[in-house]
Structure formats: C-alpha cells, structure tokens
C-alpha cells in the first residue's frame, strides 16, 4: 500500500535527520556538506508530512534515537553512518517506486531516491572509498 511505504521512507527521513545531527561533532571540515544533507532531509520529511496527511494518514514521529550499523566515534565512522543512512534512504523510496502508480508520488520518490544516490556518493567520495558510486541504488547487494 502507499501509505505504508511512504511511512517506511518517511522513517529513514527521520533516521537520516537523527544522524545528521549526531555526526555533525565528527565532521566538522565537512560542516557545508553537512547542513546541506540536513536541509535536503527536512525539506523530504516535510514534503512526505504533507503527502500522508494528505492521503488521510498521521505521519509517524521520529524515534528518540537511531542506532547506526556500527558506532561512531570519529571521522570515518561518521561517514560510514552517513553512506548508510543515505543507502537505507534509498531503499526506503525504491519501496515508494514499486508500490505506487500514482504519477506525482513516482517522480517525488524518483527524485528522493535521486538526491539520496547522490549525497551517499559524495559521502563515499570523501571517505576514499571505491567505487565512490554504486549501480542500482536502492537494491540490496550481496
């Protein structure tokens, strides 16, 4: 169903503004890049906000907390939270794409799913790792 789907990439909004946040103390050379990744979330939790009230539905609150894949304790750990963060976003609005037919929330999924691939290959950039840009974000390798 729609709704529910939205929800799940709503969830990794919320997740992703959470870790923003908690990684700002750790990449402070990166303190653009990261108010840019912070505004661009805001701006989709709102957006998403909207649609679900739209549709009749409460939009879910963010959790307290978020745990990341692995402890961050430093620059590096904090990329790798972002990278993960942006991935799960992706996924979350890949799920958005197979469920919907609905011409306006295709191509706002498609753009979140868009902005999200982008940001987790500036981020993997920035660490060094190779490849900086994976294929088909938004699916699970392995």
């Known amino acids: 169903m729609n ?3 939205v929800q799940t990439a709503l969830g990794t ?18 303190a653009a890049a990261v108010a840019e990744g912070v505004t661009a979330h ?9 649609w679900l ?23 590096p750990s904090a990329l790798a939270a972002l990278v993960a963060v942006e ?9 958005v794409l197979e469920r919907t037919d609905d ?7 498609l753009e979140s799913l868009t902005a999200a691939a982008v940001r987790a290959t500036r981020w993997r950039k920035v660490a060094g790792a190779t490849p900086a840009s994976i294929t088909m974000p938004g699916v699970a390798s392995g």
Request: charged letters at 20%; glycine letters at 8%; aromatic letters at 8%.
């Open 87 to 95: 991935q799960d976003t992706c996924a979350a609005w890949r799920g």
């Open 53 to 75: 009230r739209d549709q009749g539905a409460t939009p879910a609150p963010p959790a307290a907390a978020y745990l990341p894949p692995s402890p961050v304790s430093d620059g």
């Open 42 to 50: 805001r701006a989709r939790r709102d957006t998403t906000e909207r």
């Open 3 to 5: 709704v529910d789907a």
């Open 13 to 30: 909004e919320h997740a992703a503004l959470w870790t923003y946040g908690m990684v700002s103390a750790f990449l402070g050379n990166q």
């Open 103 to 109: 011409p306006a929330l295709r191509t706002s999924a």
